[in-house]
């Protein structure tokens, strides 16, 4: 009844104890989903945008549930960040990552995502050298990714691992880009190799005018700063051609591939858009 307030307690308590339940499950089973193997990358290239050449790929998390099929990365990453299982996890796609992109041709780079959790620790700079030595990949061939949430809350301590992982020789994107708060500043004051346009600003070119304006002054303005643009989502012909006149350096998305086993790879070299 309306203020009864102890008798919504005991109608919502079972279900939030469920929920609980099957939050602790799935932390269980991810704990040991690395050591059984159900962890898998797949990876999708970008292409540059003039001349369709690969220029490296993409690693994105699977995970291979024995009862629940396939789960979704955008599922099980909040659950690892927040039971910290993201840092042996994130250590374990560094590696693996470096140790498939050293036998791609050589002027190929693999890009990995790091979560937040990850950046903020201390070792991370650390975990990355290690991955690349025990792959024995040229530093210059990884990338990592990372969203504009890791620069909020501590800036030095952002600046300075930003610092470190760029020493390191490797690059940094800014990933998402658009899509967060104060992005102009974040740009000009960090020192990223590349902007990751968003995938929302893509999805509506080119019918919304508003989005190729906007499109064209992020590629204008990280040109001014020194960065390559990539536009990730890329999904069509037409969006695929406005980027390129827009002058965006590099393409990403289902219309040059999906993101597949490293065994599919059979895009080594150059893809022309599937139609
Ligand atoms: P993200 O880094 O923004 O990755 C792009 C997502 O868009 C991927 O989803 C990809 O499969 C999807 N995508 C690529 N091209 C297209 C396209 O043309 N159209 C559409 N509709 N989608 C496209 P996915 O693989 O489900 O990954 C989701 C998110 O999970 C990633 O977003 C990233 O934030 C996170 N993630 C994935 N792998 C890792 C990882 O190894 N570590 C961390 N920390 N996060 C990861
Ligand atoms: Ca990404
Ligand atoms: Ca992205
Ligand atoms: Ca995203």
């Not at 910290?84 to 041709?105: D, F, S």
């Not at 990355?128 to 792959?135: D, E, G």
């Not at 501590?154 to 708060?181: H, P, S």
Request: contains cysteine; charged residues 25%.
């Amino acid at each position: 009844a309306k203020g009864d307030g102890r008798g919504t307690f005991r109608f919502f308590a079972p279900e939030m104890d469920r929920r609980l339940q099957e939050r602790q499950r799935l932390v269980q089973d991810l704990r040991s989903a690395l050591a059984r193997g159900e962890l898998v990358l797949h990876y999708q290239p970008y292409v540059s945008a003039e001349t369709g050449a690969v220029s490296g790929c993409e690693a994105l998390l699977r995970w291979q549930h024995p009862e629940r099929g396939m789960i979704s990365p955008a599922d099980f990453i909040p659950v690892a960040e927040q039971s910290g299982l993201i840092i042996p996890i994130g250590a374990w796609v560094l590696e693996e990552a470096c140790r498939e992109a050293v036998r791609w041709p050589a002027e190929q780079r693999v890009s990995v995502n790091i979560s937040p959790v990850q950046f903020r620790n201390r070792e991370l700079p650390r975990t990355i050298l290690t991955a690349l030595t025990r792959a024995g990949l040229s530093s210059s061939r990884l990338e990592i990714e990372v969203t504009e949430t890791v620069l909020i809350d501590d800036v030095e301590a952002a600046l300075d691992t930003l610092r470190q992982i760029r020493a390191l020789g490797v690059r940094v994107a800014l990933d998402d880009f658009g899509t967060g708060y104060s992005s102009l500043s974040y740009l000009r004051s960090f020192p990223f190799d590349k902007v990751k346009i968003d995938r929302s600003f893509v999805q509506e070119l080119p019918t919304r005018r508003d989005n190729q304006v906007i499109v064209q002054a992020i590629r204008d303005m990280a040109r001014g700063l020194g960065m390559s643009v990539t536009a990730e989502g890329v999904e069509t012909c037409e969006q695929a051609d406005r980027l390129r006149q827009s002058g965006c350096e590099e393409l990403q998305g289902y219309l040059y591939s999906r993101p597949k086993p490293a065994g599919d790879l059979e895009f080594r070299y150059s893809l022309a858009p599937k139609l």
